[in-house]
């Protein structure tokens, strides 16, 4: 079965990158019915081409530090017409096709309000903190909290946990994406996502100056704990982000 494959990596979060694919749609000359989907991360169509062709269009999203990665693979059967087996012509639609999909991507998320978090390690532990108020109160979660318009994910990050623990971190390696369901700001339902990163703390101690309490905890921790919906999908890369330091 013949197979192409294509890759793009976009600025904007999963959901707004998953979100504009689908409306954009695919760019072939012909409906596709979809086989599956999963928001935001994969989507699957197909349709018949002649009258044994088939071909199959796939994409996956994930996140990744310097955005949204979107791979997307198009197999087709024997039978298909022989116009659309041309590699070139397919290749050059989806080219173009991927070159106004990031550039509506990366506009829509300028009014999407993004949220990045910390997972501050040291020692084989990372720092909690605990909600104080609202309706996640005394359940934890990683510091962290919104990107101001101007800022960057990794300037938000310092600058909040800068507010909320009173020391300064050092950013390191993207720790993973987590699609959040409610509005953000104000935003459309769903269109945010968390994005976590490692950091590390070169010196002082941090104070919960938002929180009502602070804890430094280890992998073996992580489970029995009472987290927020949005940080507990996190904690299989955060077990082996600790298992390296």
């Not at 349709?47 to 955005?67: D, E, L, W, Y």
């Amino acid at each position: 079965m013949p197979t192409l494959r294509f890759t793009t990596v976009v600025e904007a979060p999963l959901t707004v990158a998953f979100d504009v694919a689908r409306a954009l749609g695919r760019p072939w000359p012909f409906d596709l019915e979809e086989v599956g989907s999963v928001r935001p991360e994969r989507d699957v169509a197909s349709a018949m081409i002649g009258r044994r062709g088939r071909v199959t269009h796939s994409r996956r999203f994930s996140g990744t530090a310097a955005g949204t990665l979107v791979e997307e693979q198009l197999d087709w059967e024997p039978g298909s017409p022989g116009g659309f087996l041309r590699r070139r012509r397919i290749a050059r639609a989806m080219h173009a096709h991927l070159d106004a999909f990031a550039a509506a991507a990366e506009r829509r998320a300028l009014d999407v309000v993004q949220v990045v978090g910390a997972a501050v390690v040291d020692a084989g532990r990372v720092l909690v903190a605990q909600r104080s108020g609202g309706v996640f109160d005394g359940r934890w979660e990683f510091p962290g909290g919104k990107v101001e318009r101007g800022e960057s994910e990794l300037e938000a990050l310092v600058r909040e946990c800068q507010e909320e623990l009173g020391v300064t971190v050092v950013p390191r390696e993207f720790v993973g994406e987590v699609p959040l369901d409610g509005v953000v700001a104000g935003g459309a339902p769903g269109a945010s996502t968390m994005r976590v990163w490692a950091a590390r703390l070169p010196e002082g101690e941090p104070v919960a100056h938002e929180h009502s309490e602070l804890r430094w905890v280890g992998p073996e921790e992580l489970d029995a704990m009472d987290w927020i919906p949005a940080d507990r999908p996190l904690l299989p890369a955060v077990r082996a982000l600790l298992a390296e330091n």
